[in-house]
């Protein structure tokens, strides 16, 4: 499934009409489907970036200016504010993500539950957590996509090869009965999918009441929905009279798992591993993470080095070193530096140390310096902050080798008086992540 999106003020009327002629061309159903849309580059302070999928070819573009094209100008096509855009493609089939790029998308200024039914948590750019974090403070009911944008046209294989950019483009995967143009809009306004940093895993996520629930056709914030009885969900769907019930959770992942987290909205309930306590072993990961702040520039720059301080490393790997001038080296029996960045993701290494209970790990970067006891680390994250955007160091135990790619999660909840948005986060050992569109849980 593959789209093309090119900025709308560089969209001039032929280049519309050759690109609409080429995702006809090669619209293959059950093969390869391509999406026709564009890029809708409107500023932040209208909106900010969407992307925009139209259900067919041959739909007009509504640029949120006209800076490099003069194409359409005057004839009343531009949308110079989102919700001029929400309104010129209500009734038409088309479909929205809210983008995070140069120009992020801002909820608060436009949304329309209609239209937009997804936001973009990872892309090239880096991963955006706070978006959806962002949509659900907001009251939307939204599902989770990940894409590539790293604006070298490689769908699919889109490692970042400009300083611009700081991770891997992601993916999406959704879940419908077959691959047509038809079945991809069906399940992403149904929220019927789940997002990659670029990995290809499976991730099922349900919820079982053991007793009827009502699942909501539509959201019924929109309008009237028609409701479904059932005892079982899955993710994206929204649920009335939801009660308790238990989240179920599937995971084939590309790598070992390190960690599954269950969130409700912002909050972290609980979080699952294919270990325990007694098979950790002398392996300390740390990670450091983060963005300066939400716009263009966002990346963090953690140049910098580690020592260890009575004890020796006896192997060092490197984590999420993405870009080909960001390396790691080691200086000593006892010491690392490295150049790298983060963009909202994460990097990091995994020390192997001649003794798992002696110690001690010196930090220090261009964003933070940090000092970690050795014995004291333990399977739980121990986190310095870093100001930011979500911008820290951590240091946690893992076992000397993990090799379960495979977990299967059963987390009971509890009814509530209040919506609840529930979804899982997979971390993957090799740093790869995915994230699944919530389930919505109405009192």
Not at 21 to 50: H, I, K, Q
Request: proline share 4%; glycine share 12%; with cysteine.
């Amino acid at each position: 499934i593959v789209g093309h999106q090119d900025n709308d003020f560089q969209v001039t009327a032929a280049f519309w009409a050759e690109l609409n002629g080429l995702y006809r061309e090669f619209n293959a159903p059950s093969r390869f489907v391509t999406m026709p849309g564009y890029e809708w580059s409107g500023n932040t302070g209208v909106g900010g970036d969407r992307n925009v999928y139209f259900p067919e070819e041959g739909r007009a573009i509504h640029r949120s200016s006209h800076v490099l094209v003069e194409d359409g100008r005057g004839d009343g096509s531009a949308c110079m504010h989102v919700k001029q855009l929400f309104e010129k493609l209500e009734g038409t089939g088309a479909l929205t993500v809210a983008h995070v790029g140069g120009r992020y998308a801002d909820l608060a200024v436009g949304h329309d539950g209609r239209t937009e039914t997804s936001v973009e948590v990872h892309s090239s750019w880096g991963t955006f957590e706070w978006i959806l974090h962002d949509a659900l403070a907001l009251g939307h009911r939204v599902g989770v996509v990940c894409g590539s944008d790293d604006h070298k046209g490689r769908p699919g294989a889109t490692a970042p090869g400009d300083s611009l950019f700081g991770a891997i483009g992601g993916l999406t995967c959704l879940s419908m009965p077959e691959l047509t143009r038809e079945a991809v809009f069906e399940a992403l306004r149904r929220r019927h999918h789940y997002g990659t940093t670029g990995n290809r895993l499976h991730l099922d996520v349900t919820a079982d009441f053991g007793r009827e629930v009502d699942r909501y056709e539509i959201d019924p914030a929109l309008g009237p929905a028609r409701i479904q009885p059932t005892s079982q969900v899955r993710m994206g769907d929204i649920v009335g009279r939801a009660g308790d019930g238990v989240l179920s959770v599937n995971v084939l992942a590309s790598a070992p798992i390190e960690r599954v987290t269950v969130f409700d909205g912002p909050t972290a309930m609980a979080t699952y591993r294919c270990f325990d306590r007694s098979a950790l072993g002398t392996r300390i990961r740390i990670i450091w993470e983060g963005a300066e702040y939400r716009g263009r520039g966002r990346m963090v720059t953690w140049d910098g080095s580690l020592t260890v301080a009575g004890n020796e490393i006896l192997k060092a790997e490197p984590i999420n070193f993405l870009n080909p001038d960001k390396t790691i080296t080691r200086t000593g029996a006892d010491a690392l530096s490295w150049k790298s960045v983060t963009t909202g993701n994460f990097a990091g290494v995994d020390l192997w140390l001649a003794r798992g209970d002696a110690g001690r790990i010196d930090f220090t970067s261009k964003a933070c310096t940090a000092t970690f006891d050795v014995a004291a680390v333990g399977i739980d994250d121990a986190a310095v902050e870093a100001g930011g955007l979500g911008k820290r160091v951590r240091a946690f135990r893992l076992p000397d080798a993990l090799t379960k790619a495979e977990l299967a999660i059963r987390h009971p909840f509890k009814a509530s008086d209040r919506e609840r948005a529930l979804y899982v986060r997979v971390t993957q050992e090799d740093g790869h992540q995915a994230w699944s569109s919530p389930i919505y849980l109405l009192p």
